[in-house]
């Protein structure tokens, strides 16, 4: 089942920080962020793992809450490097990785 | 290390044709996944193949059919296409099978007429 993801949509100006959530309704083993930018490929940003810590790239960080099935991205200080559209998936036992419909992040100047 | 190479990068069929994508993975990954990305959606799951075995299929028609080679290289093809099939179809490799991180390739982006 897709992952749901919040906002859909968020516009910032540069050094802005932004919250990108990722939730489902299935008990989840992992939640994988990439970012995509437009006519590129998706690129892997982080994993996160059940029972794992919260991880951390640079000013890109995110958290997974086992009990809400929940996955938040946090950028802090944004970059107009970071403009793109940002995809949770998710693995829910052995399930294949199943993307939500992304959150399309605009940074401006 | 080069990361996962496809081909073509473009392609323009008309409905009823045939086509065949491929994709080499990075080199020790023996897992190679297929994902159809219509434009303004998250890549949604075909196939996955570790050590030349099915080990996953999405919700897609018997037109769609993958194999992967002993060299760990993958084919996807469609069967008489429709224009539905327009989209961009992205594969990826991995370690191993449906847990670890997966590495995308450039994508194929498919136009039928």
């Known amino acids: 089942q897709q992952p749901v993801q919040s906002p859909q949509a968020v516009i910032l100006r540069e050094g802005e920080d932004a919250v990108i959530n990722c939730s489902s309704s299935k008990a989840l083993y992992s939640v994988h962020w990439y970012r995509q930018k437009h006519g590129e490929a998706p690129v892997f940003l982080m994993i996160l793992l059940k029972g794992g810590e919260q991880k951390g790239h640079e000013k890109i960080s995110a958290s997974f809450n086992e009990k809400k099935q929940q996955s938040s991205l946090y950028l802090t200080a944004s970059q107009l490097s970071y403009s793109g559209t940002y995809f949770c998936?998710?693995?829910?036992?052995?399930?294949?990785?199943?993307f939500g419909k992304g959150t399309r992040l605009s940074v401006i100047a | 290390d080069a990361g996962v190479t496809q081909s073509p990068t473009h392609l323009i069929k008309t409905r009823g044709q045939q086509v065949t994508l491929r994709c080499s993975p990075i080199s020790g990954h023996k897992s190679v996944s297929w994902y159809q990305q219509v434009l303004g959606q998250g890549p949604q799951f075909i196939f996955q193949?570790?050590?030349?075995?099915?080990?996953g299929r999405g919700n897609f028609p018997d037109r769609f059919s993958a194999r992967q080679f002993p060299n760990y290289s993958s084919e996807l093809n469609v069967n008489a296409l429709l224009l539905g099939d327009s989209a961009l179809y992205l594969c990826?490799?991995?370690?191993?099978?449906?847990?670890?991180?997966?590495?995308f390739g450039p994508g194929t982006r498919l136009l039928v007429l």
């Open positions: 998936g998710t693995i829910a036992g052995n399930t294949p990785l199943v």
């Open positions: 990826a490799s991995s370690l191993g099978p449906v847990k670890e991180t997966q590495y």
């Open positions: 193949y570790y050590e030349k075995e099915e080990r």
